[in-house]
């Protein structure tokens, strides 16, 4: 049998709680109930069998872009509101890819710098 994967890891320097208090915000997925602030780690259970998110405090900080990111698709919401959205959660803007035609995306960063995509959602 091949392997699944269980867990995408964040390395983040801060609180892994905070970080992992974001995406649960920015998502909509609860962290766990073991989980509290100060922590080594913390989950993000996907209620819906997909790998969790699993942030974890390490010494180092980030060097360099990101080799592996989200591209977010925002359901219920457009693209604009989305990124407002995760902007009030904390997310920094960082380039807005939008193509005159609506097509295509805007890199943010989360509070540790990780780059993720939020691209056009279903209501534009």
């Not at 998110?53 to 980030?62: A, I, M, P, S, T």
């Not at 097509?103 to 209501?123: H, Y």
Request: glycine share 12%; aromatic share 6%.
């Amino acid at each position: 049998m091949n392997p699944t994967i269980r867990h995408v890891t964040f390395d983040c320097t801060g609180d892994p709680y905070d970080l992992a208090s974001f995406w649960s915000a920015l998502l909509g997925n609860p962290l766990s109930d073991d989980d509290k602030p100060g922590d080594p780690e913390a989950l993000i259970e996907d209620p819906n069998g997909g790998p969790g998110l699993l942030f974890v405090r390490v010494e180092e900080g980030k060097t360099a872009k990101n080799r592996l990111h989200f591209d977010l698709r925002p359901t219920g919401r457009t693209r604009e509101e989305e990124v407002a959205r995760a902007v009030g959660h904390g997310a920094r803007l960082l380039a807005d890819r939008t193509r005159p035609d609506g097509t295509g995306w805007v890199v943010l960063a989360d509070p540790e710098g990780n780059e993720f995509c939020v691209e056009r959602g279903e209501k534009g």
